[in-house]
């Protein structure tokens, strides 16, 4: 079993939809959740980072962690077709940016104009 | 400021061979993390150097050598190269404190033939 699970999709929504990227991990030491972005023939973008548990919010993007289920999820609203990329959730120890990250499979997203 | 900057971008070669890959962290970063990622697949740590000492190691062969220089570079070096090995790498760098996060560059997609 994978210590970190991501549906790769891929997932196809209309321009202006609510789009919801989940994953969820099985190693209880997590303590740092991140989402990147990548797009084709690109490195990876972060988006957001959160500590522990809860939601956050940046513009058109919000982050929810809830460690009681090891699952977080990344919601976009509003979506645009320049959102069109892989999403890559990725989780780290106490340590973070200074330990390794160990990353899901990545979403394929493609919003349709 | 610069980005983390990888070179090259695309490399060929062939079974058997060595390769070394380049990577510049971002400015006042101090770590520096190597990462392969498969078509398809999420990337997968390799490595991870902070003020030139190594800080961990994925679970990769002996062929897969790394080390950083006293200005905070990086190789990535690979020998008897496997067709298996032919994927993007990525480079990514953090300051190593203050828990900021990773940043990654383009990567180099190396193929062997």
């Known amino acids: 079993q994978k210590e970190v699970e991501q549906d790769p999709g891929p997932l196809s929504v209309p321009e202006g939809a609510i789009v919801s990227l989940n994953c969820t991990y099985s190693n209880s030491a997590f303590q740092y959740f991140m989402w990147y972005r990548q797009y084709s023939r690109k490195g990876p973008e972060l988006l957001m980072y959160?500590?522990?548990?809860g939601n956050k919010e940046d513009g058109r993007f919000t982050a929810q962690v809830d460690k009681s289920s090891k699952y977080i999820s990344l919601f976009i609203r509003d979506s645009q077709p320049s959102d069109s990329a892989t999403y890559l959730c990725a989780m780290s120890g106490s340590n973070f940016g200074n330990e390794k990250l160990t990353f899901g499979t990545g979403t394929r997203l493609t919003i349709i104009p | 400021d610069a980005g983390v900057t990888q070179s090259p971008t695309h490399l060929i070669k062939t079974r058997g061979q060595q390769v070394t890959l380049r990577c510049s962290p971002i400015?006042?970063?101090?770590?520096v993390s190597w990462y392969q990622q498969v078509l398809g697949q999420g990337p997968q740590f390799i490595f991870q150097?902070?003020?030139?000492?190594?800080?961990g190691r994925g679970n990769f062969p002996d062929r897969f050598s790394a080390r950083q220089f006293p200005n905070y570079s990086s190789e990535l070096n690979v020998n008897a190269l496997l067709l298996g090995d032919s994927a993007l790498y990525l480079c990514a760098s953090s300051r190593g404190q203050d828990y900021q996060p990773q940043h990654f560059g383009d990567g180099t997609r190396l193929s062997i033939l």
């Open positions: 150097y902070y003020e030139k000492e190594e800080r």
């Open positions: 959160t500590y522990s548990s």
């Open positions: 400015s006042g970063h101090k770590s």
